[in-house]
């Protein structure tokens, strides 16, 4: 089967940095994708990996190992307004994109 | 500016009641989703539309069906609507289906059903 694995909640302050994991198995892989999704709204497109290494796009940053099946969004000074869910997507062989449920974070003062 | 629009943005219906979401698009792309959410979930795909090939996921229930009367528009129907389809809908378009193709979604509809 094909799965998506992000923690479903994380807790930072603002003014910090925090990094979200996310770790996949699909069928084939065509780039990995994250998007924001704050409550009640629809997911904003936020990075787009598909070689290994760091895109780096203002405060927010996105890594990608093939090898590991793993990525992570790099969140730096951090702002209230970036409280909001942060869901992973794998483009598998089909060119399906295999949602991650989404990881909630929490900016707390 | 180019966008994803669904109307409404909030519906109510009554449980058995059909009821057709709608979705438009003036980024001129070839392909458009909808996806179902619910409340912390992943979003699953319902449909999507390569041009006018429609395309019905596999676990897509029979209650749900799908328009593309032209490229800009598209159309969610659910014939008879359960409590469990209760969800936001989700629309998307991208311009292709290939590798580094990004899905663009509308702001969704939120469903309550009575």
């Known amino acids: 089967g094909q799965n998506i694995d992000q923690p479903t909640e994380m807790t930072a302050t603002e003014g910090a940095i925090v990094q979200i994991n996310c770790t996949y198995q699909t069928s084939g892989f065509n780039g990995l994708f994250w998007y924001q999704q704050h409550a009640g709204e629809a997911p904003t497109f936020l990075s787009y990996n598909v070689l290994d290494g760091l895109e780096e796009k203002g405060r927010f940053s996105s890594f990608l190992s093939r090898s590991k099946g793993y990525s992570y969004l790099l969140l730096k000074e951090l702002q209230m307004k970036d409280s909001a869910s942060y869901l992973c997507?794998?483009?598998?062989?089909?060119?399906?994109?295999?949602w991650g449920a989404g990881t909630k974070l929490i900016i707390k003062p | 500016d180019a966008m994803v629009i669904q109307n409404p943005r909030y519906q109510v219906t009554q449980f058995g009641k059909p009821v057709t979401l709608s979705c438009s698009q003036t980024l001129n792309h070839n392909v458009m989703y909808w996806y179902q959410q619910k409340s912390s979930q992943a979003p699953k795909l319902l449909f999507h539309?390569?041009?006018?090939?429609?395309?019905n996921e596999a676990d897509t229930p029979d209650n749900f069906q799908s328009r593309r009367p032209n490229t800009s528009f598209c159309f969610l129907d659910i014939r008879s609507p359960g409590l469990g389809d209760a969800a936001m809908y989700l629309c998307?378009?991208?311009?292709?289906?290939?590798?580094?193709?990004?899905?663009?979604f509308g702001p969704g509809t939120r469903l309550l059903v009575l």
């Open positions: 997507a794998v483009k598998d062989s089909n060119y399906q994109l295999i």
């Open positions: 539309y390569y041009d006018k090939d429609f395309n």
């Open positions: 998307a378009t991208s311009r292709g289906a290939g590798v580094a193709e990004t899905q663009y």
